[in-house]
């Protein structure tokens, strides 16, 4: 129980400071600095070298394209994780292995659509996330309605309990397979959420809930798992906050949408219920402002040129979020984050090499800093 | 001043080359290893340097050459390493390289396509004959089996099978089936069995059946066999298992689906024709086509080896020319750019005495460019620190690391690898003293002298044979020193040798032996007076009793003359630091009293020794007999603390010569005196001239520059020392003081390793011999033979494991400790950087290990 810090270690040790020291890896300001000057891909090939990357790039040959660099950003990632996952133990295999079920679902749905719109499933694949893959994904094309997936296609795989609540949809248009995805993603969340409460047994959860109201969150089990969870209920939110403003103007029904609000943020009953009756984009305005951290980032955002939109407010929170998760120890939050910080660190990588390849510099700095 | 004994003069100098000689000069300078150039330009970025596009250049030929190189790995194709190093390539030969290298990887790449694409070919060949072949057999063997099984219940399902097992006589079939057809499945469809037959990897088939089995929810009829050997994956060349499959099932949706789960699974399927007729000429025609197939495949595997072969010939040699190429372009972006664009200015550090030969090398640069302009090397003054370089050979370069390791000198400081080539082997020998072992260890280092060029040659990633190898002559002279050692304690894997006969005689008749188990040899009737020529005597080899206790006695005071020995001579060599520097300061109030500290307590102590040795013997008279000889431990002990020493036993004195009382209360007292000046006499006199100074400049005005000038010309380039705070100096050398007296006291007791390792080993080596060899030397008979031959193998396994291997470590490290702590902290200080010259060898070298290593 209160162990968890000098039991941590023995079984997790070795990969924690692996993960610190990947993520000292991770670019930081002076290095975008230098990458925004670059004039060609070759400069930032050059750039690159320098930093952790090394010679990642070394062995493409020389007309450098943005897709290429995105590839090998991505498999030098996945790699990186692999590895982390293939020398963890329970329970942190099984953490790890849920970080890897948000990518299925991205993959699942991204192949549902493909073959919605007649492509062919050998063009998609390479487009799937590789964390993300399992055997039976490329037979996915198989099944005509949610009910065929789940029998012949899913069953197999860790995802199964999470679809349990999509079979009833009659079949795969456009607007049941994002309602699929979202149904997924709430299961998906809400699971995760459990799995980090009950990681430290049943009592975690009181001693969470008591600590977080004493204040005093620094000890025992407390701060291993108030930092996934944190993390969590705010992609909970991000997720309801999402689904709402991008409902506006679809047939989705107000019950229909209330149900794909993930119930484990802590907007959680209050502000989902306010959420669910919003109208337009204000009302959610008004709901966020309940939550203080959600309030900030609706003040500075908005669609105007030169204001950054609300997508780029949450991904800018979420790195911060990210961030502090470095700064405690003996926690598998460090993983989760690292992982996100390097996505972010590849979308910054490619926006930059987009913008360097399309001679398009006025919106470069558009990238989000992690340090 | 030899250069061996100091690091050499380095000057920073300025050079100004011509645009277009600059290649070439640089290039020379590479070759010749002997400057290391600044960074002029540290605040720009890789990418905005001058010279980017070339390195950009050589980095695209590496990698062409790397590709070349993985596919001249794949083919197993010799590498010809001849060891030569061409010179840097002209700027204008290389577009011929990249031309060159373009066409070959060109050329590669198109053979490597079409072999793919020829490979993709077979392989489908390949599989399809594995599917007629197995697919013959589930339709042979269905009939029978399914028959015996399935029963009568299932008398359907075998006469499909048996409509699938001879598909001429489909029509009657189906015909004989129609009405047991219609009654089983809904009417009006057709009850035609499909099949598809395929190949799937062997890993993923049981997936691909439970999803078979899932999706068509039980209704297809999947058989599969294995294909034994193995086949090769075109794309990478991989070796795979796959497996045939064959699956049946009924009607055209299925049909469909059957066929997207085989997509999904990357299944590959095949047309199999129904009748056994067509099948079989079907399998003639595939038999023929891979036949031919496999010619072209052979010319296309020739003409991709005729390519490489080629290639493999030049590649190393291709390599060291880019690596070359890339390195000048590195060098030439620390330059500067002059303001006209015509020449580059580049800073260096060179050793002062290479300057004639860098000169000579630029004037080379110059001609071979074709330039009109020599370049210029011009001297600067500078108050940077320079950095340190020993010019080594083979033979030094390993002590040298040795003391690098430590810290690299600060500039101009002693040097003390010089000394360490002899106090190195030697102090490891007092504790390694067998000549047995040292000869092992000797043959072993000479052994690797010898063989050291085709050693040298064959480069491995070996780290401890690339250690071993490196100190081989470290190894060689340790080796020796302690066969050197080794006689003088007589011990040869711990017997002794009685090369001149024992000069002690025994007295005792043959029953008072036989009788006794221990018997004591009088000095004064047995002993012949004079010594043993060299080394101990052979008959302590069979003292059982004392032979220890007279060990011990003799290996600890030879430990600490030779420790005090060692460390007088560290401080000496502070003497020529404090000399050199022109630090009168610290040579007055330093090295003195640390000097007469050092002489008047622990060298007396070394003197009585000495004075013991040849005073007392046994057969002198009484005063100075055996039995009157002092404890020297106690006597220091007592003359450090004033004690009055214990009233000696019975005509015996308590000093051994006269005057000793007074001389030690005498030399205890100005020990103790030197403490104070050591602590106190160079802040002081530092504070005092720091009033002066404060004084003057309100008379003189006198300018930063002057005073820099002034305190720097003494020393030749010597530091600009920032003023330290007084505070500081005075914290500073109370810690120096403390850590030298203390350190005096403990560093001697330190020296006393010596003899307990040296102990550990004699003990280690007997240990072995009585446990272990000797058991095998008393067997008696033929029987004792094949024991003593399985206990020496024992032995001489544990002998060189152990004692040499492990001890030698242990030693060795000991050593290394005695040299780094006790030795140079009494002179070095190890605070400069080391000469990084550009040099293409050392940038070759590298390159070809961080290749080895990915």
């Known amino acids: 129980m209160n162990s968890s810090g000098f039991m941590f270690n023995v079984d997790n040790g070795y990969l924690e400071g692996l993960c610190r020291g990947f993520k000292c890896g991770i670019l930081k300001q002076a290095d975008y600095l230098n990458l925004v000057q670059c004039e060609t891909l070759e400069d930032l090939k050059l750039h690159l070298q320098g930093t952790d990357y090394g010679s990642f790039l070394a062995n493409e040959p020389s007309p450098l394209s943005v897709s290429v660099i995105d590839d090998k950003l991505r498999e030098k990632l996945v790699i990186e994780f692999q590895h982390m996952r293939n020398h963890a133990v329970e329970p942190l295999s099984n953490f790890l292995d849920f970080i890897t079920y948000g990518y299925m679902i991205d993959n699942i749905i991204l192949l549902i659509t493909g073959t919605l719109h007649q492509r062919p499933i050998s063009e998609l694949i390479p487009k799937c996330h590789p964390l993300g893959s399992f055997e039976q994904m490329e037979a996915i094309h198989v099944a005509s309605t949610p009910a065929e997936l789940y029998n012949a296609v899913l069953v197999d795989t860790p995802l199964a309990p999470f679809f349990v609540d999509c079979i009833s949809e009659q079949d795969l248009d456009e607007m049941n397979i994002e309602i699929i995805r979202n149904t997924l993603y709430k299961a998906y969340l809400e699971a995760f959420h459990n799995f980090c409460k009950n990681m430290g047994g049943a009592t975690a959860d009181v001693m969470c809930e008591i600590l977080a109201v004493s204040g005093c969150s620094s000890s025992c089990i407390g701060i291993s798992l108030n930092f996934p969870l944190s993390r969590l209920q705010f992609e909970a939110d991000r997720r309801a906050i999402i689904i709402t403003i991008n409902s506006f103007g679809t047939e989705l029904s107000k019950d229909d949408r209330a149900k794909l609000y993930p119930n484990c943020g802590k907007m959680y009953p209050d502000g989902l219920a306010a959420l669910a009756r919003a109208d337009d984009y204000e009302q959610v305005k008004t709901v966020a402002e309940y939550y203080a951290e959600y309030a900030a980032l609706f003040d500075g955002s908005g669609n105007n040129p030169g204001d950054k939109t609300l997508e780029d407010k949450f991904f800018e929170h979420e790195v911060k979020l990210n961030v502090y998760a470095f700064l405690q120890q003996f926690h598998f939050g460090v993983f989760y984050a690292y992982l996100k910080l390097k996505e972010q660190e590849c979308r910054n990588i490619v926006w930059i090499a987009e913008c360097v390849a399309q001679k398009h510099r006025a919106k470069i700095d558009n990238y989000i800093p992690i340090f | ?854």
């Open chain 2, 1 to 854: 001043m030899g250069s061996l004994f100091r690091s050499e003069e380095m000057a920073l100098c300025q050079l100004f080359l011509q645009s277009e000689a600059a290649y070439a000069c640089v290039s020379e300078l590479g070759e010749l290893g002997l400057v290391q150039f600044r960074d002029l330009n540290p605040d720009v970025n890789a990418f905005q340097r001058k010279f980017v596009n070339e390195v950009r250049r050589c980095d695209e030929m590496e990698r062409k050459l790397r590709y070349l190189e993985k596919e001249i790995k794949k083919d197993g194709i010799p590498m010809l390493d001849t060891g030569e190093s061409p010179e840097a390539p002209q700027p204008r030969e290389m577009i011929d390289l990249e031309a060159t290298f373009e066409k070959l990887e060109n050329e590669l790449r198109e053979v490597n396509q079409n072999a793919e694409a020829l490979k993709r070919n077979f392989l489908e060949l390949t599989e399809l004959k594995h599917i007629l072949r197995k697919t013959q057999v589930f339709f042979d063997e269905s009939v029978p089996t399914v028959y015996k099984s399935s029963g009568t219940h299932s008398s359907n399902k075998y006469r499909r099978y048996l409509q699938m097992a001879d598909n001429q006589n489909e029509d009657e079939q189906a015909q004989l089936l129609g009405e047991e057809a219609v009654r089983a499945s809904q009417p009006g469809q057709n009850l035609k069995l499909g099949f598809v037959a395929g190949v799937i990897l062997r890993e993923r088939l049981p997936a691909f059946e439970r999803m078979l089995w899932r999706a068509c929810r039980g209704n297809v009829f999947l058989r599969q066999a294995m294909i034994e050997t193995p086949l090769e994956d075109p794309t990478n060349g991989d070796q795979v298992h796959k497996s045939v499959f064959i699956i049946f099932f009924q009607g055209d949706q299925l049909k469909t689906r059957v066929k997207k789960i085989c997509e999904g699974f990357r299944a590959t399927l095949y047309p199999c024709p129904e009748a056994p007729a067509d099948r079989r000429e079907m399998a003639m025609g595939v038999m023929t086509r891979i036949e031919d197939l496999n010619t072209v495949l052979g010319q296309t595997q020739d003409h991709r080896h005729r390519v490489l072969v080629a290639a493999a010939k030049n590649l190393k040699n291709w390599f060291v020319k880019v690596r070359k190429i890339k390195a000048i372009y590195h060098t030439l972006n620390l330059f500067n750019l002059d303001v006209t664009q015509k020449c580059l200015i580049a800073e260096c550090w060179v050793p002062l005495l290479d300057i004639e030969t860098i000169q000579l090398a630029l004037r080379r640069g110059t001609e071979r460019s074709g330039s009109s302009v020599p370049p210029i090397l011009n001297r600067m003054q500078t108050f940077e620190n320079p950095p340190t370089y020993n010019r080594t050979n083979k033979f030094t370069k390993a002590f040298q690391a040795l003391i690098d390791a430590y810290g690299v000198a600060s500039y101009r400081e002693m040097n003390p690898a010089p000394y360490t080539i002899i106090t190195f082997p030697f102090l490891f020998a007092v504790m390694f003293g067998d000549l047995g072992h040292g000869a092992i260890m000797a043959l072993f280092g000479l052994w690797m002298i010898r063989k050291e060029k085709g050693l040298a040659a064959q480069k491995t990633d070996n780290e401890i044979w690339n250690i071993f190898f490196g100190g081989r002559y470290i190894i060689f002279l340790m080796g020796a020193f302690s066969m050197y050692t080794g006689l003088i304690y007589n011990d040869i894997f711990s017997k002794s040798l009685n090369i001149f006969g024992s000069h002690w005689h025994m007295s005792y008749n043959k029953s008072t032996v036989a009788d006794n188990k221990y018997l004591q040899l009088n000095p004064n009737g047995d002993y012949e007076g004079a010594p043993y020529p060299f080394g101990m005597d052979p008959i302590w080899q069979v003292a059982g009793a004392n032979k220890i206790i007279f060990h011990n006695a003799y290996k600890m005071k030879i430990s600490i003359i030779f420790g005090v020995i060692h460390m007088i001579f560290g401080v000496v060599m502070s003497w020529h630091n404090h000399t050199y520097f022109r630090n009168r300061i610290s040579m007055l109030y330093e090295f003195i009293p640390q000097l007469i500290f050092l002489l008047l307590l622990f060298f007396y102590m070394v003197l009585l020794m000495f004075i013991k040795w040849i005073k007392f013997a046994a057969t002198n008279a009484k005063p100075y007999s055996e039995a009157c000889a002092p404890s020297i431990l106690i006597t220091f002990i007592d003359m450090v603390l004033f004690n009055t020493p214990k009233e000696p036993v019975k005509d015996c004195q308590t000093y051994m010569f006269f005057g000793q009382h007074f001389i030690q209360v005498l030399f205890v007292l100005v020990a103790v005196g030197c403490i104070p000046v050591m602590l106190l006499a160079k802040p002081l006199l530092i504070m005092q001239a720091r009033k002066q100074a404060n004084i003057q400049p309100i008379a003189g005005a006198t300018s930063d520059a002057e005073t820099g000038a002034i305190t720097n010309g003494g020393v030749g380039g010597g530091q600009h020392e920032e003023e330290e705070e007084l505070s500081e100096i005075f914290i500073h050398q109370s810690i120096h003081t403390i850590e030298y007296v203390l350190g005096s006291v403990s560093h001697t007791a330190s020296y006393l390793r010596l003899w307990a390792l040296s102990l550990a080993h004699a003990q280690l080596a007997e240990v072995l011999w009585t446990m272990v060899l000797s058991i095998g030397l008393k067997q008696e008979g033929w029987f004792g033979g094949i024991i003593l031959t399985c206990v020496f193998a024992f032995w001489a396994i544990l002998t060189v494991g152990i004692l040499v291997l492990m001890e030698g470590l242990s030693a060795f490290l000991h050593t290394l400790r005695l040299h780094w702590v006790e030795f140079q902290s009494k002179f070095y200080k190890g605070q400069g950087y080391a000469f990084q010259p550009f040099s293409f060898d050392a940038i070759i070298e590298n390159g070809a290990a961080a290749a080895e290593a990915e």
